[in-house]
């Protein structure tokens, strides 16, 4: 098993894997730690869906269009879930609010998903097992998605995790460095923020020219500012609202 320093900082999205399977035995390991997840309230307001079955992952990578999907051994879709909460308290006569029409249910369920997420990420990277964070399976086709899994009222995807044994190892990306992302009793001055920003831009946009493997001409700012475009696409709300999240108009 790797050292924590290891997992955490030598971590990088791994897109193409092996045929070799993930075992029951690491899985097993990977479902613990997702089990142990701190949540909101100790409510646990979220599940998981693992897929193996190789025509079901086919459908999903035709939905999002995201190859890891197909090719990774376990596909897992962390979801936010007040389904079961409901459940309990329908059986136990208690009268349950609408929380899910709520802007702080909606944080609360998405942010206990992404914690869950990383536990998984976490140990399957600690087991040498690579990992790819897939957002698309919140967004390119919430519906059908939600169709597909038989996904029940108050239960929408956050996000899914591809686990698989890795092929590449592809160079570290260059992250923000720690005077960006870290700011002490208080936000940072914009003044203080825009060099740093600049450097960064630049270094991104050397990084993907000189890395390894497939090179581009993108920088960091326009290239996620387009992503932003892209997303005011998205029926995010919409389908949300088929999930019986936030009130009608």
Known sequence: MKTVEST????????????????????????EAIRNTP???????????????????????????????K?????LLFCADFHKISIAAEDKNVSMPAFTHTLDGIIVGTVDASLAMMSAL???????????????????????????????PKVYAVCGLAIGVPREMPDLKPKQPTE?????????????????LTDYDNTVTYYNAHRAGTKSTNDWVSHIVGYYDEAMSYTMLEALRHRDFMPDR
């Open 180 to 196: 960006l992302m870290i700011h002490h009793n208080g936000y940072t001055a914009d003044d203080a923020l825009r060099p740093l």
């Open 71 to 75: 090719t990774c051994s376990r596909f």
């Open 122 to 152: 976490v140990a399957a990277e600690s087991l040498g097992l690579g990992t790819c964070c897939i957002g698309y399976a919140r967004t390119a086709a919430p519906d059908a998605i939600a169709e597909l899994l038989h996904l029940p």
């Open 39 to 69: 949540t909101s309230y100790n409510g646990q307001q979220f599940s998981v869906i693992e897929i193996d079955n190789p025509a079901l992952k086919e459908q999903l990578y035709a939905l999002t269009n995201q190859k890891q999907i």
């Open 8 to 31: 955490l900082l030598d971590r990088r999205s791994i897109r193409r894997y092996e045929y070799d399977p993930v075992t029951d035995e690491q899985m097993h390991f990977i479902h």
